[in-house]
């Protein structure tokens, strides 16, 4: 995997950061501690006290969704 994507992420950040996907007004009750994880890696942003998914983030979910499969299959 590139390094570039490569993060450490806990179970709480990976959810927050699928849920991140769907719209802001749909979105579940997310962890705050999460959240504030993922915007200081880059991976998520807050605009208008609401957050959203970055380009970033979106290429560590893809490259990351492949690498909890292997860990589900192991």
Known sequence: MN????YDL???QWEALKALRTPAAKLP???RFAID????LGLAVIHDD???ITAKGRKVLI???SLLLQ????
């Open 37 to 40: 994880g993922l915007v200081a």
């Open 3 to 6: 390094e570039e994507f490569d």
């Open 10 to 12: 806990t179970p709480s």
């Open 71 to 74: 860990d589900l299959a192991a």
């Open 63 to 65: 490259r990351g969704s």
């Open 50 to 52: 609401m957050p959203a």
């Open 29 to 31: 009750r997310l962890s």
